[in-house]
């Protein structure tokens, strides 16, 4: 288990890079406030671990998921302390037609953006994590709901 949180750690870290630098220093800063993290230094915490598997906030993808014409930012951390087997923790958050950023959706898991949309041109996402039957949440106009569990692209049954 520790070396598949060492690889997710490695792989986070990496993409987290590339990712961040997509936003502006004071979008990057809001939309992690809008995720309820908290500035520690130079990284980003919603978690209180600190041991050698902990990995500090990420923005992992920036895009406008939406079609709205505003930015969309996935927002992940990971420590097996805070986020159980899974081992990590994602946010999403999306930057309204006044500036300011606000929390669609958040949890414990793998959050995969799908090309499938559900109201408003809101993708459909996957919360991938140990197994091999995530569930897959649509966007119902207030907020993502479970409405279905698959595997591979299939329907599957916990």
């Given amino acids: 288990m520790k070396l598949i949180i060492t690889m997710l750690s490695l792989v986070f870290s990496q993409a987290s890079l590339a990712a961040a630098s997509s936003l502006p220093a004071s979008d ?7 995720a309820g993290f908290k500035q520690h230094g130079k990284v980003w915490k919603s978690c209180t671990e600190s041991g ?3 990995v500090p906030g990420a923005i992992e993808q920036v895009k406008d998921l939406n079609g709205d014409g505003q930015p969309e930012a996935v927002i992940t951390e990971s420590a097996t302390s805070c986020y159980g087997d899974t081992g990590v923790g994602y946010a999403l958050v999306s930057k309204q037609a006044d ?3 606000k929390l669609i959706t958040h949890g414990i898991g793998i959050l995969t953006v799908l090309p499938t949309k559900g109201k408003d041109g809101w993708p459909d996402i996957e919360i991938g994590g140990p197994g091999f039957c995530f569930p897959i949440e649509r966007w119902n ?5 479970q409405f279905q569990l698959q595997y591979d692209g299939k329907p599957c049954k916990r």
């Fill in 99 to 101: 500036g300011k950023w």
């Fill in 52 to 54: 050698s598997s902990y």
């Fill in 28 to 34: 990057e800063a809001a939309a992690f406030k809008a």
């Fill in 141 to 145: 106009g207030s907020a993502y709901k």
